[in-house]
């Protein structure tokens, strides 16, 4: 158990909705990621964060937001939720020391989204 | 554009019935090579890490290989709990970004 827990778990929600999501960890890791997966596409990284108030963009960025104003939380915001982004989402987390010069990432739970 | 492809898309195996898993990637600056499983509704679980050509690793019935262009996953004699979906990502950059496959969803039947 990496200690990562998502909020909610599932939502529904209209087209034009601003939604957030909330992935939480107790382990005070540097990295954090948020991820979509869709059947066909695997899991496509929307953006990360390497620090408090440090985020970069990821493959799948658009119409997404995110913020880290603590080092245990990494909020994800759709501002207006289309259909498309009806989806899984995933938080993952990367310890920032230990276990060699390449961490790994660990996944949690995930949030079912749908938009309607 | 870092690509990643596995195949075969399904796999259903008799219990016993050992096979292999291929992970063919094309990225820039391989770090790492990872594998997870995942399981319906849960979120992908570690496996392998594998940094350098010619490295395997090993837990219970699963071995990871690793060439410059592939990697496979080897199941012996597989269970039927073994059933999931086998993810492998390649890791790139210094923020160890992951580029996933589509993964290849594994059956075990008895």
């Known amino acids: 158990d990496a200690g990562i827990t998502q909020s909610p778990r599932h939502k529904v929600t209209e087209t034009g909705t601003p939604v957030t999501l909330r992935c939480h960890q107790t382990?005070?890791?540097?990295?954090m990621y948020w991820y979509r997966q869709d059947p066909g596409h695997g899991l496509r990284l929307i953006h990360y964060s390497y620090g408090v108030k440090d985020t970069d963009k990821g493959e799948v960025s658009d119409g997404y937001s995110v913020s880290r104003s603590k080092t245990e939380d990494f909020l994800l915001t759709l501002e207006s939720a289309t259909s498309s982004q009806t989806s899984v989402y995933f938080c993952?987390?990367?310890?920032?020391?230990?276990?060699?010069?390449?961490?790994?990432?660990?996944f949690g739970p995930g949030t079912r989204l749908l938009v309607l | 554009e870092d690509q990643v492809t596995q195949s075969p898309e399904a796999l259903r195996l008799q219990e016993g019935e050992s096979s292999s898993l291929n992970c063919s990637y094309t990225?820039?600056?391989?770090?790492?090579l990872f594998w997870y499983r995942q399981d319906p509704g849960k979120g992908p679980e570690f496996l392998f890490t594998l940094y350098s050509a010619g490295e395997e690793k090993e837990k219970e019935r699963l071995k990871a290989t690793l060439t410059k262009k592939e990697s496979f996953l080897h199941i012996t004699a597989p269970k039927p709990e073994d059933s999931a979906t086998y993810l492998c990502a390649p890791s790139t950059g210094t923020a160890s970004k992951l580029t996933f496959g589509t993964g290849t969803r594994l059956q075990v039947t008895l």
């Open positions: 993952a987390i990367r310890p920032s020391q230990g276990r060699g010069l390449f961490e790994t990432q660990y």
């Open positions: 990225v820039s600056g391989l770090r790492g």
């Open positions: 382990e005070n890791h540097r990295y």
